[in-house]
């Protein structure tokens, strides 16, 4: 399997995970317990809302709200199956999603640059309607789940979290089985990766550049290999180690015996696959 850049233009779209106060980049579980209610100003009169099995959604239109819970419990089935935690149950209650008439009641109410298309705060994602709106659910839902199961941020693991995310993102719209994302384009001519070291120190300040950010497209990248190549299964036992502290190098090779031993062994795998 060749794997190789993202096709950026169709799928690495302006989503934002941006620092505000009890945001990812933060401690989660403090900053959710005092964030389940609306930190930004709400929708304006007319709006409705909706609740699902694991949403409570507020956008305009009833129709619309019904819609947009449908997608996302669908975004939910799919990266439960792709990170095979369907097991694992959140704890604090619905996830909310707030949904904008448009960028501009967005920016206005949020205060957020032009640049970004959504962002998760405490147990709310916040976005607005346009073409980008499912893919910024399926990102920043991702996240939330992360976050979740993970119980507190670990920097060093942010390039799981986000490759995770973009990767969920490529996937948005498609079946909830667990299948293929969309193809990868080649690598641009004299391409050379970034040493894992990199990828877990040199992280980016935020996701404004994600569109044309070489770490990012190497972050889902690596994600996406270690799912397909590795298995469902063990990328779940992978996140669970993680979870109970364990260094990348146990978690490798405890989630996927007889493929890769530790985390050089996977990044030489990998790379050998990007020729």
């Known amino acids: 399997m060749r794997s190789g850049l993202l096709a950026l233009s169709t799928l690495l779209f ?3 995970c941006v620092e505000v ?15 389940t209610g609306e930190l930004f100003p709400g929708l304006d009169a007319g709006a409705s809302e909706n609740q699902s099995l694991h949403f409570f959604v507020r956008a305009y239109g009833l129709g ?3 819609q947009i819970a449908d997608l996302a419990e669908a975004d939910y089935t799919r990266i439960m199956v792709d990170t095979n935690l369907s ?12 949904v904008y008439a448009n960028s501009e009641e967005y920016r206005r109410k949020t205060g957020q640059p032009d640049w970004s298309g959504g962002m998760s705060v405490g147990n709310t994602i916040y976005s607005y309607e346009g073409s980008s709106l499912e893919r910024t659910i399926a990102h920043e839902m991702t996240h939330l789940i992360f976050f979740e199961y993970m119980g507190r941020s670990n920097p060093d693991q942010r390039w799981v979290n986000e490759g995770l995310a973009v990767y969920e993102e490529s996937k948005a719209g498609q079946p909830t089985s667990g299948g293929m994302a969309p193809a990868l384009a080649p690598w641009p001519v004299g391409w050379q990766p970034m040493t894992m070291d990199s990828m877990i120190r040199m992280i980016p ?21 270690m799912i397909e190549r590795g298995g469902r299964i063990g ?9 109970q502290d364990a260094p990348f190098d146990k978690a490798i090779g405890d ?3 007889g493929v890769w031993r530790d985390l050089p062994d996977f990044y030489a795998s990998w790379s050998r696959a990007q020729q």
Not at 88 to 98: D, N, S, W
Not at 205 to 225: D, G, I, K
Not at 235 to 243: E, I, N, T, V, Y
């Open 235 to 243: 990328f779940s036992q992978f996140l669970g180690d993680l979870r």
């Open 14 to 16: 302006l989503s934002a």
């Open 87 to 98: 097991s694992f149950k959140p704890l604090g209650g619905l996830y909310k999603i707030v």
């Open 205 to 225: 300040a935020s996701e404004r550049e994600r569109t044309v950010n070489a770490w990012y497209a190497q972050a889902v990248s690596l994600v996406r290999f």
């Open 255 to 257: 989630a996927f015996p």
């Open 64 to 66: 619309r709200v019904q």
């Open 21 to 35: 106060p009890g945001g990812m980049d933060e401690d989660h579980l403090a900053p959710r317990a005092l964030l």
